[in-house]
């Protein structure tokens, strides 16, 4: 299974990142339970964001929930990230992952870099 992240690479602060990765080997839907976002920083290194499940259910991690929301395009085998009202401490590394026992990743993408910078 492959997964590639894709979307800006620099955001303004006060505006919503969104950022899509496309999954191809496996379904979303069938395969894999969770649906997973994860963040790397310097600062805070790896940080679990939140997931989607096979069947559309959500969870965030509590200090990102009132900004973050998850989704899925089950006809592309996507599943999309937005993260709103962002800040330079948003800055990082973003990659997205499958696995099925949250939050255990199996699968990773390669990770994008996103700037939070005027």
């Known amino acids: 299974v492959q997964l590639q992240e894709s979307g800006p690479g620099l955001v303004k602060p006060s505006q919503t990142l969104s950022l899509t990765c496309t999954v191809s080997?496996?379904?979303?839907?069938?395969?894999?339970?969770?649906s997973i976002w994860i963040r790397q920083s310097p600062e805070k290194g790896l940080e679990w964001i939140g997931y989607?499940?096979?069947?559309?259910?959500?969870g965030y991690s509590p200090s990102l929930k009132s900004r973050t929301s998850i989704s899925r395009d089950t006809s592309n085998n996507q599943f999309s990230l937005q993260l709103s009202s962002v800040t330079p401490e948003d800055t990082g590394v973003y990659y997205c992952?499958?696995?099925?026992?949250?939050?255990?990743?199996?699968?990773w993408g390669q990770g994008t870099q996103v700037t939070v910078s005027l």
């Open positions: 080997g496996g379904s979303i839907t069938t395969n894999y339970y969770y």
């Open positions: 992952a499958l696995g099925n026992n949250y939050p255990k990743a199996d699968y």
């Open positions: 989607i499940t096979y069947s559309g259910g959500t």
